[in-house]
């Protein structure tokens, strides 16, 4: 194939993809993320884990790793290098997230806290998770405050809740 072709055909696959796949690259782990880490033919190097606050955990021959704020693929790639020194010739690694960390919303809804988070979630979908509005929420007043980040903003029915994310459900005026 000619250069043309191949940057035709990377186009239109980006283009097929599901937009949670192209998310998903760029989705930094954080506290409350289950992942599992496995090193093909190597049990005793494989694990499943839930990140706590600090983000670090213990891994068999490299000790200390930071997960807070890297993506899967950055992960991975530490963990590959690290086995690379010394311990391992050729390691197969697959790190992938189990469970997301929960999202929370507040406000003027029945059932507020803090709930598991699925990909494509929506403030909608969120409202209706947590028992649906009150008879005095804004059918159209929301706020998110993306985690990490110091100021909410305004939200719609549409806006895409994330994990870590505080989804706030305004009261209406009559």
Partial sequence: MNSMTCALVLFLSAMILPFELLADSEYRLGAGDEISIKVYEEDDLSMTLKLDESGAFDFPYLGAMEANGKT???????????????????????????????????????????????????????????????????????????????????????????????????????
């Fill in 72 to 174: 899967v693929k950055k992960l991975k790639n530490e963990i590959t290098t690290g086995l690379l020194q010394d311990i391992l010739i050729n390691p197969s690694v697959n790190v992938s997230i189990l469970n997301y960390r929960d999202f929370y919303i507040d406000g003027e809804v029945k059932n507020p806290g803090g709930y598991a988070y699925q990909p494509g979630l929506t403030v909608k979908q969120a409202i209706t998770l947590a028992g649906g509005s009150t008879e005095w929420a804004s059918s159209s007043k929301y706020e998110i405050l993306r985690e990490g980040k110091g100021k909410a903003n305004a939200a719609n029915n549409n806006t895409p809740v994330r994990p870590g994310d505080t989804v706030t459900i305004l009261e209406g005026l009559f």
